[in-house]
């Protein structure tokens, strides 16, 4: 398909794990970002990129948050020592240029026990 | 302190009836509005955006208000359909900052 994928679509993992969450957006799309999406509340904004730039990444949590996109396509965001906290939905979105309408995955839902 | 509200968390309608989903926001730099349809197991959909120098844009049955001075805006579903049915998120940008902000969404329930 050509819409954004996101894998694993859904993610267990035990309080102190570290997980890698994966994003493939959309062929050609400069702009790539993630959102974290609590149950019951909307998407809140968690890093930017531009290709291969990370230029905004004011929305991360914490240290243990880090996202990368080495090669200004696919994207991949690591949470280390995961807390329950940490328990919510994960989306990617694409576009164009950063204030271009975002594509969005179907997220992965990470549930930390 | 949120800065997107939508302060309805569902609505029922019936089919053929409006359907009037209301967005209210604090800060000023907010200068671009957008909605969102999310159905489950899917990610958020673009539906259709306002710029703030406009208070109105049309898109077949969707249309969008924005109130800059109550900072509100609504979306306006005419007529509204079964398929219509869906999680609805508000979302306002900053265009020189380029990242959206959320409301809470409001689940809108079209009856047959």
């Known amino acids: 398909g050509a819409g954004v994928s996101q894998s694993p679509r859904y993610k267990v993992a035990k309080r102190g794990q570290d997980v890698a969450l994966r994003c493939d957006p959309i062929s050609g799309h400069v702009s790539l970002f993630w959102y974290q999406q609590a149950l019951g509340q909307g998407p809140e904004f968690l890093t930017y990129f531009q290709n291969e730039a990370q230029l905004d990444k004011s929305g991360l949590p914490s240290d243990r948050f880090f996202a990368e996109r080495p090669e200004g396509s696919v994207s991949t965001l690591k949470i280390q020592r995961t807390q329950q906290e940490d328990s919510a939905v994960y989306l990617c979105?694409?576009?164009?240029?950063?204030?271009?309408?975002?594509?969005f995955g179907p997220g992965t839902r990470l549930t930390v026990l | 302190d949120q800065q997107v509200k939508q302060n309805s968390p569902s609505l029922s309608v019936q089919e053929g009836r409006i359907s009037i989903l209301n967005c209210d926001y604090t800060n000023s730099m907010f200068d671009y509005f957008l909605w969102y349809k999310k159905y489950p197991a899917e990610g958020p959909t673009f539906l259709i955006s306002i710029s703030s120098i406009k208070d109105k844009n049309e898109d077949g049955r969707f249309t969008v208000f924005l109130n800059k001075s109550a900072k509100h805006l609504s979306l306006h579903i005419v007529p509204s359909q079964p398929g219509d049915s869906a999680v609805y998120f508000c979302a306002a940008d900053n265009t020189n900052a380029g990242k959206s902000t959320f409301g809470d969404g409001t689940t809108l329930t079209v009856k047959p």
């Open positions: 979105a694409s576009s164009f240029g950063r204030l271009d309408t975002q594509y």
